[in-house]
């Protein structure tokens, strides 16, 4: 049995995304705790099972559509079994929910909304035009408060700092709606929009939060210019690469935006470890598929 069909249907590059959101929530943390917690790891393991499952289900879901968009997915071409999906997709959701047990009641309680919130995108909120971004939007969101669990003073605190991903990821499921058919400039346009909401947000941290500017600056002004640069050549090459390039670089940039928080909540070493996660990422995205 060939292992790369079900190394397709995880998403490798995302999955390390996701790593990413947990150690920015833990920097939020650590800088109020004033020390990193000994629970992290167990939030790593987590998310890669949350993430994993969720993105299983979605070519679970999908099948259908897929056999006709998408005949070369594992799913559809028949190289993965329905039934071994939907066992692995399964078996992980519930795994990330069990890790996240090991971090506290609190993360135990967020994995578990992030799970259910997966499957409700997966199943229905996808195909709404208003509630597809935001749930989407709210399961990373809900991954970086999974992060900031690690301490029940930051989540008291911090929780809104959710808000940030619930609008880029809102921008990139906007931009993913031509991935097939082209024909979306008004809703890059949009996401563009967005995308500049989150970077007045972060640029404006600093005067609320313990979050330093300078910092996190490189970071930031790394996150936007890739998003910038690759959604005005979506809007200016409205067809289905270039747009499927956009959503590439917004799922990958998010390692930039994590690692953005993570330099002004706790200093640039932690946002370097954090930006360490992009090339491995880049390199993953080369030999298995993103969107």
């Not at 690690?150 to 619930?166: E, G, H, M, N, Y």
């Not at 970077?199 to 330093?212: G, H, P, Y």
């Amino acid at each position: 049995m060939s292992l790369r069909p079900y190394l397709t249907l995880l998403r490798p590059a995302n999955l390390v995304t996701a790593v990413a959101d947990i150690l920015a929530g833990a920097s939020v943390a650590a800088a109020l705790e004033g020390s990193w917690s000994e629970a992290l790891g167990w939030l790593c393991v987590s998310t890669l099972g949350l993430y994993g499952g969720g993105v299983v289900f979605n070519d679970v879901f999908d099948l259908d559509l897929d056999r006709v968009e998408r005949p070369e997915r594992a799913l559809p071409s028949g190289k993965v079994s329905l039934t071994s999906a939907i066992l692995l997709g399964g078996l992980l959701l519930l795994g990330g929910v069990g890790v996240a047990a090991f971090a506290g009641t609190s993360s135990a309680a967020i994995a578990l909304a992030v799970a259910l919130l997966t499957l409700l995108y997966n199943g229905w909120a996808k195909h709404q035009a208003f509630f597809g971004p935001l749930v989407m939007g709210m399961c990373r969101g809900g991954n970086l408060l999974l992060g900031i669990s690690l301490s029940a003073a930051a989540l008291d605190i911090f929780w809104w700092l959710s808000f940030l991903p619930v609008v880029f990821i809102g921008a990139i499921t906007l931009t993913s709606r031509g991935e097939v058919g082209g024909q979306n400039r008004s809703s890059i346009q949009l996401a563009l929009g967005l995308d500049t909401a989150v970077a007045v947000a972060l640029l404006l941290l600093s005067r609320w939060t313990v979050f330093e500017f300078w910092p996190a600056l490189p970071f930031l002004l790394l996150w936007y210019g890739m998003n910038l640069r690759a959604k005005v050549g979506a809007i200016r090459d409205n067809r289905p690469p270039t747009i499927k390039n956009a959503v590439k670089t917004g799922v990958i940039s998010l390692i930039p935006l994590n690692a953005c928080l993570a330099a002004g909540f706790m200093g640039l070493p932690a946002g370097l470890v954090v930006l360490a996660l992009l090339p491995v990422s880049y390199g993953l995205a080369r030999y298995f598929a993103v969107t």
